[in-house]
Structure formats: structure tokens, C-alpha cells
């Protein structure tokens, strides 16, 4: 059949946000997301699923998937502080971010903002049209902000020069990720 496009994305956010959950739940053994498995992979959908074995990302992984249009290459960055250096050298190469946002985390959501802005302020990426594409993650927690309340929070209306949007969801269902990486297909095709 045709190739696909191919884009790497980059997926940002704080430590412990849900970005390698989320990624996880993208990735090819959980191609149920794009539509019905066939029977030769359900057990191995099964055994990926599974979130308990997720650990804090080291550096930084990269992982492949995809969608009806395009070939996903997403490079699944640390948020820890002492990694989010190395966040910059991967701008360049991107064609669009995801930027994860742990909605239940209101003692941070000050840091997140610090994190996105010095993004936002870049060189590599300030004067560059590249969407955004945010997830207003673990909104099945109780103490979750709303989706309006996180985009408050982050000033997200201030961002007037680049295609962005939020959905809000839970990683470890899987509920919400398609809507987003709809929209981001959407930009990038
Ligand atoms: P770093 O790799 O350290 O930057 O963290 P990360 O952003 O990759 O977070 P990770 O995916 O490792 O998830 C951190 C924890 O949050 C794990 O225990 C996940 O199971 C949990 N988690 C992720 N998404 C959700 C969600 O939507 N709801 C709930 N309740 N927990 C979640
Ligand atoms: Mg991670």
C-alpha cells in the first residue's frame, strides 16, 4: 500500500504526568485503540495493557506506532528535573508535541507552566507553526481539575501562534488518546 507519512513527535510534561502510559497505550500491541485486533494478538494486547510494570523513564525511550495516515516515531522524554535538559535537543527534529499535564497535581501545575513557557520561548520552536497537542491526563482522579481549569492554568489562550488543543484523559483506560492523536493526524496530514 502507500507509505506513510512519517512524523516524530515529542511527548514532554512533568514527572509522573502519564506520558509513558499514555504512549504505551499507542504502541502496536495495543493497536485495539485503532480498531479491532486480530485474535493471533489479543494475548499480547492483554499482557501490554497492563500498567502496573511502567517505571519512571530514564533519558529517554523512543517508540513507534501507527495511525490510519501517518507512521508515529515519539520520542518519550523524561520529565524528572535532572532530565528535562535534555528536552531542547530533540525540538529541532519535531513536528508536533504532546505535552502532558497530570490534572490532579495542583501543587505543580505552577512548574508545568514554567516548563511549557521556557518550550514555548525556544528557539527551535517559537517561531515555528508546529501544533500542540495537550492532555489534561488522570481525569479519573477525584481531586482532577477540569479541562478548563488546567487550560486556565497554563495560560493556553495565549498561544496564538501555533495550532493547539486539549482533551482530557485517562491513560491508564485508554479514554481521551484518540481524540488527540485525531486531532494531531489532522494537523500534521
Ligand atoms: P516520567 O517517565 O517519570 O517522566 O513519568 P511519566 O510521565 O512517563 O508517567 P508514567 O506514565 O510513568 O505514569 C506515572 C504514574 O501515573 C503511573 O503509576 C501510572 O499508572 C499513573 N497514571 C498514568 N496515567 C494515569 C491516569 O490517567 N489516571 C491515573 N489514576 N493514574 C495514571
Ligand atoms: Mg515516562
Not at 85 to 110: P, T
Not at 116 to 129: A, E, F, G, K, P
Request: contains cysteine; hydrophobic residues 40%.
Amino acid at each position: 500500500g502507500l507509505k506513510k507519512k512519517e512524523v516524530n513527535v515529542l511527548c514532554l510534561g512533568l514527572d509522573n504526568s502519564g506520558k509513558t502510559t499514555i504512549i504505551n497505550q499507542l504502541k502496536p500491541s495495543n493497536q485495539s485503540l485503532f480498531g479491532p485486533l486480530s485474535d493471533d494478538w489479543k494475548h499480547v494486547s492483554q499482557v501490554k495493557t497492563q500498567t502496573q510494570d511502567i517505571v519512571p523513564t530514564i533519558g529517554f525511550n523512543i517508540e513507534k506506532f501507527k495511525s490510519s495516515s501517518l507512521s508515529f516515531t515519539v520520542f518519550d522524554m523524561s520529565g524528572q528535573s535532572r532530565y528535562r535538559n535534555l528536552w531542547e535537543h530533540y525540538y529541532k527534529e519535531s513536528h508536533a508535541i504532546i505535552f502532558v499535564i497530570d490534572s490532579g497535581d495542583k501543587l505543580r501545575m505552577v512548574v508545568a507552566k514554567e516548563e511549557l513557557d521556557t518550550l514555548l520561548n525556544h528557539q527551535d520552536i517559537c517561531s515555528r507553526r508546529l501544533p500542540v497537542l495537550f492532555f489534561a491526563n488522570k481525569s479519573d482522579l477525584r481531586e482532577a481539575m477540569s479541562l478548563v481549569k488546567v487550560s486556565q492554568l497554563l495560560c493556553l489562550e495565549n498561544i496564538k501562534d501555533k495550532p493547539w488543543h486539549i482533551c482530557a484523559s485517562n491513560a491508564v483506560k485508554g479514554e481521551g488518546l484518540l481524540e488527540g492523536v485525531d486531532w494531531l493526524q489532522e494537523q500534521i496530514a
